[in-house]
Nanobody, 122 residues
Framework: QVRLVESGGGLVQAGGSLRLSCAASGLTFSTYAMGWFRQAPGKERDIVAAISGRGSNIYHADSLKGRFTISRDNAKNTVYLQMNSLKPDDTARYYC???????????????WGQGAQVTVSS
């Protein structure tokens, strides 16, 4: 059974940083692509970043390039999202998800975590 558990969310002041982690189990981690998504109240869930199984393909949403960075450690079955220079507009629930094939679509991801709340105060 595939399980994804996010951690590292919280309350931070504008301009601060957070690193989200997503620990995966129940799958051969290095053969699965991973993605980070976020959903703010009243808005659709959007893709933030994605990374292929070996890390050779990486995508970041254009609006977040330079501030957010996705990475993974296959030895630890964990994917990370480093978030710098946070803004109040980054306030959302952040989810990790996985699927076999790398994709930058926000649809058709097979497994999802419960999410981690990130709140950025002004």
């Amino acid at each position: 059974q595939v399980r994804l558990v996010e951690s590292g969310g919280g309350l931070v002041q504008a301009g601060g940083s957070l690193r989200l982690s997503c620990a995966a189990s129940g799958l051969t981690f290095s053969t699965y692509a991973m993605g980070w998504f976020r959903q703010a109240p009243g808005k659709e869930r959007d893709i933030v970043a994605a990374i292929s199984g070996r890390g050779s393909n990486i995508y970041h949403a254009d609006s977040l390039k330079g501030r957010f960075t996705i990475s993974r450690d296959n030895a630890k079955n964990t994917v990370y999202l480093q978030m710098n220079s946070l803004k109040p507009d980054d306030t959302a629930r952040y989810y990790c998800a996985t699927r076999r094939l790398y994709s930058i679509s926000k649809s058709n991801w097979d497994y999802w975590g419960q999410g981690a709340q990130v709140t950025v105060s002004s």
